[in-house]
């Protein structure tokens, strides 16, 4: 129990494009969904944290015209990095908290639960 | 402000037992969680403390002291998959999850 899903887990595209992210949650519901982004031998950053139907709440220093956050239902949440440059190369990371306790294997409610990351590079 | 230590990196040898340390402080305390990253990978859930004492899950234990800020996760029976960077993270007053850099762990055989 508790999968979570990103498509795409490596994407390459050229300055001034824009980059959408899917994160799913395959057999469980979220309440939330966070966004997060790693560099290099960094630790985790949260961007932004999503819940169903309402808007994103984003982190200090995120730019919320640049990172559009769509929660469309309580198993999909999406992550567009719109005219992306060089700077916005990292890696992706989502994670979803469950709507309700009692999966197989999981932790507490509070628990959230990653996807396996888009790498994304902008040449 | 708000902090989590963990020691930067840690080598250990395969067999052997590791307790990787975590201090914190936070606005309030609300739960204590370590997760465990491969390299190019997400983190997976490992374990939850949120009262003081010991907590087994087979080779990986977890310890929580509230009044010291302090918490470690021991490794026993080291395998070499287990080679990994392990992050410490708290829930603050507000269920904000603060992360720590994580340490790194080393196994040679």
């Known amino acids: 129990g508790a999968v979570v899903s990103q498509h795409p887990s490596r994407v390459i595209c050229k300055s001034g494009t824009s980059v959408k992210i899917e994160c799913r949650s395959l057999d469980f519901q979220a309440t939330t969904m966070f966004w997060y982004r790693q560099f290099p031998k960094q630790s985790l950053m949260l961007m932004a944290t999503s819940n169903e139907g309402s808007k994103a709440t984003y982190e200090q220093g995120v730019e919320k015209d640049k990172f559009l956050i769509n929660h469309a239902s309580l198993t999909l949440s999406t992550l567009t990095v719109t005219s992306a440059h060089p700077e916005d190369s990292s890696f992706y990371i989502c994670s979803a908290r469950p709507l309700r306790i009692g999966l197989a294997g999981a932790g507490p409610r509070e628990t959230q639960y990653f996807g396996p990351g888009t790498r994304l590079l902008v040449l | 402000g708000q902090n989590i230590d963990q020691p930067t990196e840690m080598t250990a040898t395969e067999g052997a037992i590791v307790q990787i340390n975590c201090t914190y402080q936070?606005?309030?305390?609300?739960?204590l969680f370590w997760y465990q990253q491969h390299a190019g990978e997400a983190p997976t859930f490992l374990s939850y403390n949120v009262l003081d004492g010991l907590e087994e899950k087979g080779r990986f234990s977890s310890f929580l002291s509230r009044s010291k800020g302090y918490s470690y996760l021991l490794l026993k029976e080291l395998q070499m998959k287990d080679s990994a960077s392990y992050l410490c993270a708290v829930f603050d007053s507000n269920y904000q999850l603060i992360w720590g850099a994580g340490t790194k762990l080393i196994i040679k055989p």
């Open positions: 936070t606005s309030g305390f609300n739960g």
